[in-house]
């Protein structure tokens, strides 16, 4: 079982920044493969970015490449997103998600970002 928790949301300006962070319990974490999705209002759920579970391997969304990065600090149990030049369309709930096997199976409850224009 792994839990996650989002923290770190909340309303900034147009390329301002901000870090989310998800905090995940259970003893799994380490070898677990992290993600990031968002969700803006009437949209469906979109990939954001991952990280392996050795930290290595990030991938992103191209609307986010060179602004974003994903990382983690499996010593805390913690992955991250920092995300600089915030636009107004990164607008929206973000999630974090454990993966294994290829499956998220794991989710947060999210964290809202608004970015104001």
């Known amino acids: 079982q792994v839990q996650l928790v989002e923290s770190g949301g909340g309303l900034v300006q147009a390329g301002g920044s901000l870090r989310l962070s998800c905090a995940a319990s259970g003893r799994t974490f380490s070898s677990r493969a992290m993600g990031w999705f968002r969700q803006a209002p009437g949209k469906d759920r979109e990939f954001v970015a991952s990280i392996n579970w050795s930290g290595g391997n990030p991938l992103y969304v191209d609307s986010v490449k060179g602004r974003f990065t994903i990382s983690r600090d499996d010593a805390k149990n913690t992955v991250y997103l920092q995300m600089n030049s915030l636009k107004p369309e990164d607008t929206g709930v973000y999630f974090c998600?454990?993966?294994?096997?290829?499956?998220?199976?794991?989710w947060g409850q999210g964290t809202q970002v608004t970015v104001s224009s």
């Open positions: 998600a454990s993966r294994r096997s290829g499956v998220y199976d794991y």
